[in-house]
């Protein structure tokens, strides 16, 4: 079984167009964000359990928008089937062992506006399904 799609995440300052997400930054101040790839074009990844898998997820957004060493977080994840790694500030990588069933476990990233100093919560879903 072969990897998922990769998942490319954009970001705007002062929120996005129709379609995508809005979100209050660390000041309050809004933020668009818009997950791409993934297996339903959202960045949302649904893979049959038995063979791991990795999921890297892009920053396509302005290079002021990047990814911090600690801005993954995991949750929903009870049998700990996943885990992060920040690769550089650009790209993180999901780890999904995929062992157990888990319908909603989630990995969320906090993205650094460098040039205003603002983290912006954004989060994809994850879903280890036994009957894909």
Known sequence: MPNPPAVSLDLKLGGGPAGWTNVASSNGSTYGYLFTGGNDGHGNVEQAIGQQIEITCNCIADPRFQFAANSVAISNDPHSELSAVVNDTRKVTITDLNNVAESN????????????????PCDPKVTNDPNR
Request: charged share 5%; glycine share 6%.
């Open 105 to 120: 476990a989630y990995w969320s990233v906090s993205v650094t506006d460098t040039t205003l100093g603002l983290t912006i």
